[in-house]
């Protein structure tokens, strides 16, 4: 069964006040590169099932283990990556291996975006950094293999993405975004909307009846007051007598 955790997170945010949400996007802001959106890409592919993987998740004949078809059932019902991801708490690199094993063996349609293919193989670990930037065309095969014999020769203790930046062949931030993504997609990820504060005007109307009561109160006690001193007053006018 298919929850949607991120959708219910969202809605719950939705009904902050505007001047919330406002803050909310800026933060975020801060926090996201628009230039570079390939978590983005992957995360919100919705994968296809083919004739073939849906026989396999209707019968089963392979005796695959539970997972790939839990994957399968939810590409069945049109389950994004992102949506995989948070039903199944796989990290997204877990994901990534499956998808590619289900496209592998004709369970999932090729995706028309080649960019999937290739975020995926490099989260899966089935593309070195430098194969993924000759699959996305930022350098050509005839350059990586160069780098790659000069690096043996240099035998630098250095990552050879960032021997990639020192020949010029990739920025910095593309090396940086490339060690971001992998690094969060070996990660587990459970979203709770559970734990998005409620609203204000839930507070507010919880605020407004205690104050109401704190407000009785002190007519209560001003009440109680007055009848004391009434009191003390009786008492002092018949000592006098």
Not at 88 to 105: G, K, P, Q, R
Not at 209 to 229: C, F, G, R, S, T
Request: a negative charge; proline letters at 2%.
């Amino acid at each position: 069964m298919q929850r949607n955790f991120l959708e219910q997170f969202l809605t719950k945010i939705s009904h902050f006040p505007n001047w919330v949400k406002e803050i909310i996007y800026m933060k975020l802001s801060e926090d996201i590169d628009n230039d570079d959106d390939m978590a983005f890409i992957f995360a919100t592919y919705k994968p296809v099932l083919t004739y073939k993987g849906k026989c396999e998740l209707d019968y089963k004949k392979s005796n695959f283990d539970a997972n790939i078809y839990n994957i399968l059932n939810f590409a069945d019902a049109d389950s994004s990556i992102s949506d995989i991801v948070l039903n199944t708490y796989m990290s997204m690199e877990e994901i990534a291996n499956y998808f590619l094993f289900c496209v592998d063996e004709g369970y999932m349609q090729i995706p028309d975006d080649s960019r999937i293919l290739n975020i995926a193989g490099l989260l899966a670990g089935k593309y070195s950094t430098g194969e993924y930037f000759v699959n996305n065309g930022t350098i050509s095969t005839e350059q990586l293999n160069d780098a790659v014999g000069n690096f043996k020769n240099e035998k630098t203790p250095k990552k050879f993405g960032q021997f990639l930046v020192d020949l010029g062949l990739i920025s910095q931030k593309q090396f940086d975004k490339i060690l971001s993504l992998k690094e969060e997609a070996k990660k587990r990820f459970v979203l709770d909307h559970n734990e998005v504060p409620k609203i204000n005007q839930e507070y507010a109307k919880i605020a407004d009846k205690y104050e109401k009561q704190i407000e009785d109160l002190k007519k209560e006690n001003l009440m109680l007051k007055n009848k004391l001193n009434q009191l003390l007053a009786m008492v002092k006018n018949n000592d006098n007598e």
